[in-house]
């Protein structure tokens, strides 16, 4: 089991900037894929961003340039870096872990119990 406690949601202007962190506990985290998700109100689940275990990063084409991936394998902590943020950006952001490869929710084995962020415009 991988335990994923997320933090850093809140309430932020648009244009404004957030850092949200999830820390992993159990198993191996530096083996495991890591990615973020998020769920609007009446909107399914989408993919934001993952990180590989080697560093590789992926971005949904919405959120190109604005947000940021990274991970710490020693403190075993994955951070999402948002900036310029948008009035769809509001959800509530879900940390995720998987193996191999996180793309969708269904690759998914791990989930955060997630932290809203809000976006006033």
């Known amino acids: 089991q991988v335990q994923l406690v997320e933090s850093g949601g809140g309430l932020v202007q648009a244009g404004g900037s957030l850092r949200l962190s999830c820390a992993a506990s159990?198993?191996?985290?530096?083996?495991?894929?890591m990615g973020w998700f998020r769920q609007a109100p009446g909107k399914e689940r989408e993919f934001v961003a993952a990180?590989?275990?080697?560093?590789?990063?992926y971005y949904a084409d919405s959120v190109k340039g604005r947000l940021s991936i990274s991970r710490d394998n020693a403190k075993n902590t994955v951070y999402l870096q948002m900036n310029s943020l948008k009035g769809e950006d509001t959800a509530v952001y879900y940390c995720?872990?998987?193996?191999?490869?996180?793309?969708?929710?269904?690759?998914?084995?791990?989930w955060g119990q997630g932290t809203q962020v809000t976006v006033s415009s």
């Open positions: 995720a872990a998987g193996l191999p490869v996180i793309a969708t929710a269904e690759s998914v084995d791990f």
């Open positions: 159990g198993r191996t985290f530096s083996r495991y894929s």
């Open positions: 990180i590989s275990w080697g560093g590789n990063r």
